[in-house]
T-cell receptor
Framework: GAVVSQHPSRVICKSGTSVKIECRSL??????MFWYRQFPKQSLMLMAT?????????EQGVEKDKFLINHASLTLSTLTVTSAHPEDSSFYIC??????????????FGPGTRLTVL | DQQVKQNSPSLSVQEGRISILNCDYT??????FLWYKKYPAEGPTFLIS?????DKNEDGRFTVFLNKSAKHLSLHIVPSQPGDSAVYFC???????????????FGQGTILTVHP
């Protein structure tokens, strides 16, 4: 149980294009999903909290116009990297909590998406 | 400002011995702590968690200890197995309500290598 999938697993795109990454909770409903970014040999950094049916909450320093998040249903959240540049190349990981916003609940992570911008 | 710190970048242990991974935090509002295991190019896998009302939680070979006064937690793996080799992250969350509800802050990770 508590499986989270991400698609695609890897994507290579040209600078200036937009890339959409999907995050799905396969066997549970998640009112809240989280998007993280990980640079090589570094920790996971929270980018934003995605709430179903409402606007995402972005962490300080994360450009909301560049990283568009949509949480259209209880099982799907999407992250769109708009006008991607080489510095956006990274490993993007989503997570979901079966109990939604309850503080301290365990988050289950997707397998991640490796984005490479040429 | 690194609120969750794992000061040991790596740890090497012999198979069958105990692995002890350490984590320190600075934010006194943190009240829930988790350990995750991660392989390269994969998402973290949940291992074990502990609430601040406890000082120990055990699950099979994995035990997490929490010392609130020292703002320190540790993960013990015994006996260690080669399959345990991975990066281990500790994470913390604050039950403060509002936008911090459920949000995890991660440490930098510790690479554990278990030798046969």
């Amino acid at each position: 149980g508590a499986v989270v999938s991400q698609h695609p697993s890897r994507v290579i795109c040209k600078s200036g294009t937009s890339v959409k990454i999907e995050c799905r909770s396969l066997d549970f409903q998640a009112t809240t999903m989280f998007w993280y970014r990980q640079f090589p040999k570094q920790s996971l950094m929270l980018m934003a909290t995605s709430n179903e049916g409402s606007k995402a909450t972005y962490e300080q320093g994360v450009e909301k116009d560049k990283f568009l998040i949509n949480h259209a249903s209880l099982t799907l959240s999407t992250l769109t990297v708009t006008s991607a540049h080489p510095e956006d190349s990274s490993f993007y990981i989503c997570s979901a909590s079966p109990a939604g916003l309850a503080g301290g609940d365990t988050q289950y992570f997707g397998p991640g998406t490796r984005l490479t911008v040429l | 400002d690194q609120q969750v710190k794992q000061n040991s970048p790596s740890l090497s242990v012999q198979e069958g011995r105990i692995s002890i991974l350490n984590c320190d935090y600075t934010n006194s509002m943190f009240d829930y702590f988790l350990w995750y295991k991660k392989y390269p190019a994969e998402g973290p896998t949940f291992l074990i968690s502990i609430s601040s009302i406890k000082d120990k939680n055990e699950d099979g070979r994995f035990t997490v200890f929490l010392n609130k006064s020292a703002k320190h937690l540790s993960l013990h793996i015994v006996p260690s197995q080669p399959g345990d080799s991975a990066v281990y992250f500790c994470a913390a969350s604050a039950n403060a309500g509002g936008t911090s509800y459920g949000k995890l802050t991660f440490g930098q990770g510790t690479i554990l290598t278990v030798h046969p």
